[in-house]
């Protein structure tokens, strides 16, 4: 059945779904690659659609696959499908144009964090609404983290209790992700990168481990587990 979106919601999710999945090994575009039998992206969406606040939906699907995925998605949930850039900056840029008027609170959320709940949807757009500009869901760093030179000989020990590591969904002021895509320069991995180029605070709210990023052979094989086991 088709999730009906909520027409009084504040928030609008960008997510990037056009890259290759390069780090997963050879096949179809990474989105569109099955995880107990339904793409990513159909698992992405399924749980994005479920969070409460959510007024629309808008996926960069790669450019070659735009047309499959709109027909893919729409048993899931009413979406807006555009084609994605060659960097994922400029795939969620592309979602971004797509916002229509209304929603004034923009999470971006990569399609490879497919089995990411809902519940985390709404604590990263619950924390803008209450003041923040910009907000992202991070875990604490578990492993010792070394500082090695380019032959792997150790430089230092890195103090892990102020690293984390970060999420999506991250949520923004939309007004401040435009902002900051207007502004952006070389490619960065996240967009509260380029938050922080502006000059703008990010705020950290806990991450969730179900949002794993879906990136190797083991993440897809441990989201396969997860989802075996109830997740
Ligand atoms: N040109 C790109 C590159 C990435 N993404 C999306 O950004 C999210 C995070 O990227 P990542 O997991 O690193 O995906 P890939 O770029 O596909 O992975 P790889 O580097 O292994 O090819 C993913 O949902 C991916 O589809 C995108 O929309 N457009
Ligand atoms: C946005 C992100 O998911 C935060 O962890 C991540 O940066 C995406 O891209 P990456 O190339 O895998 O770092």
């Given at each position: 059945m088709t999730a009906q979106l909520n027409p009084r919601g504040d928030v609008a999710v960008l997510v990037p779904?056009?890259?290759?999945g390069v780090r997963l090994g050879p096949g179809a575009p990474k989105a569109l690659r099955l995880l107990a039998g339904e793409p990513l992206l159909v698992h992405a969406v399924r749980r994005i659609a479920a969070a409460?606040?959510?007024h629309t939906v808008v996926v960069a699907a790669p450019a070659a696959d735009v047309e499959s995925v709109r027909a893919m998605l729409a048993p899931v949930a009413t979406v807006t499908v555009v084609p994605g850039g060659a960097e994922r900056q400029a795939s969620v840029a592309a979602a971004l144009a797509a916002v229509p008027a209304g929603p004034e609170i923009v999470l971006v959320h990569d399609a490879?964090?497919?089995?990411?709940?809902?519940e985390l949807v709404e604590s990263v757009a619950a924390a803008v609404r209450a003041g923040h500009d910009a907000v992202i869901p991070v875990l604490p760093v578990v492993d010792t983290v070394k500082e090695v030179d380019a032959g792997e000989r150790v430089l230092g020990t890195v103090d892990r209790a102020a690293l984390r590591a970060v999420q999506t969904p991250q949520g923004f002021r939309r007004s401040v992700l435009t902002a900051a895509h207007e502004a952006a320069g070389d490619p960065l991995t996240d967009d509260a990168g380029l938050v922080e180029k502006l000059g703008v605070p990010v705020d950290c709210v806990p991450g969730s481990?179900?949002?794993?990023?879906?990136?190797r052979p083991f993440d897809l094989a441990l989201a396969e587990h997860l989802l075996a086991t109830g997740a």
């Amino acid at each position: 059945m088709t999730a009906q979106l909520n027409p009084r919601g504040d928030v609008a999710v960008l997510v990037p779904a056009a890259g290759a999945g390069v780090r997963l090994g050879p096949g179809a575009p990474k989105a569109l690659r099955l995880l107990a039998g339904e793409p990513l992206l159909v698992h992405a969406v399924r749980r994005i659609a479920a969070a409460p606040s959510v007024h629309t939906v808008v996926v960069a699907a790669p450019a070659a696959d735009v047309e499959s995925v709109r027909a893919m998605l729409a048993p899931v949930a009413t979406v807006t499908v555009v084609p994605g850039g060659a960097e994922r900056q400029a795939s969620v840029a592309a979602a971004l144009a797509a916002v229509p008027a209304g929603p004034e609170i923009v999470l971006v959320h990569d399609a490879a964090r497919a089995l990411t709940p809902p519940e985390l949807v709404e604590s990263v757009a619950a924390a803008v609404r209450a003041g923040h500009d910009a907000v992202i869901p991070v875990l604490p760093v578990v492993d010792t983290v070394k500082e090695v030179d380019a032959g792997e000989r150790v430089l230092g020990t890195v103090d892990r209790a102020a690293l984390r590591a970060v999420q999506t969904p991250q949520g923004f002021r939309r007004s401040v992700l435009t902002a900051a895509h207007e502004a952006a320069g070389d490619p960065l991995t996240d967009d509260a990168g380029l938050v922080e180029k502006l000059g703008v605070p990010v705020d950290c709210v806990p991450g969730s481990e179900l949002a794993l990023k879906i990136t190797r052979p083991f993440d897809l094989a441990l989201a396969e587990h997860l989802l075996a086991t109830g997740a």
